[in-house]
């Protein structure tokens, strides 16, 4: 049995959610639905919300944020969160009686789990992608960003599952009729959120290091397809040779229901 098993709750922009689970600790990084949706979502999976044992937040965006402070109190559970974005998400939101745990950079620990922040770029007041380490077992997410680099590829590098954001594809961004010129830019922006080819780039490399199964998570509904973000990447693996049927496993997260990879 791996070490660390994931399930993506649900990824959109109406919601998200992604279970961490190991032996003896459950978490939620962020919680993107009401708590009656987040309870059934896990419940649909077998997990009781009272098995939860902490919610990590990436930042303080409603769709990460919108079941927090319900689940958190109800549960009695402790949210851990970059000072930055616990300080922007408990000025506008009142959630009394939730214990909160704010870290700048530093990794820390979490009963039997090291969890690794790391910083990327988003237009909220910070945003986090995070590392969990587990017993020789690495995992990693990083769903709201506008550009992968050196470092942030450095800091997933060596896990054993990555989930990542595949948000839009460029022509169906630009040809949507829907989109004012201002949001399409700051979509495409480097504050904004990665496109399908940009996810596949850091896949190339996140797989040449050792990584062979990846989530394609926070597809856009109106910019993207499940098919597209998937046959984007799978494409350009199998150009430098990679085996996307049988040595890398794809998966692609939904809106609309929870997604177990196929390790």
């Known amino acids: 049995m791996n070490k660390i ?35 059934k979502r896990l419940e649909s999976v077998g997990v009781n919300p009272t098995e939860i044992n902490a919610i990590l937040l990436t930042h303080e965006h409603k769709d990460h944020t919108a079941g927090v402070a319900t689940f958190a109190k109800k549960f009695e559970v402790p949210v ?9 998400y408990t000025r506008s939101t009142d959630a009394p009686d939730i214990e909160f745990n704010d870290f700048k950079t530093d990794d820390f620990y979490f009963r039997e789990l ?9 237009d ?39 989930v990542l954001e595949s ?12 989109y004012p010129a201002i949001l399409k830019e700051r979509i495409a922006g480097r504050r904004g959120h990665l496109s399908n080819q940009d996810c596949a780039n850091a896949i190339l490399q996140l797989a040449k290091s050792g990584t062979q199964n990846f989530v ?13 973000a998937k046959q984007i990447t799978s494409t350009l693996l199998s150009s430098y040779g990679a085996d996307v049927n049988n040595e890398i496993k794809i998966d692609v997260a939904s809106q609309e229901f929870a997604v177990k990879p196929t390790l």
């Open 216 to 228: 394609l998570a926070h597809l856009s509904h109106e910019n993207n397809t499940p098919q597209k």
């Open 124 to 162: 909220s007041r910070h945003c986090n992608g995070y590392a969990i380490y587990c017993e020789g077992e690495k995992f990693s997410l990083a769903t709201d960003l506008g550009y992968v680099d050196e470092r942030i590829l450095a800091s997933m590098e060596g896990s054993q599952t990555i």
């Open 80 to 88: 851990f969160g970059n000072e930055i974005s616990l300080a922007e």
């Open 167 to 178: 948000n839009h594809e460029p022509d169906y961004l630009m040809a949507n009729p829907h």
């Open 5 to 39: 098993n994931i399930t993506v709750l649900g990824s959109g922009s109406k919601g998200n959610c992604t279970l961490v689970e190991t032996q003896n600790t459950k978490l939620l990084i962020d919680c993107g639905f009401s708590a009656r949706e987040t309870v």
């Open 114 to 122: 090291t969890i690794a922040p790391f910083e990327v770029s988003h």
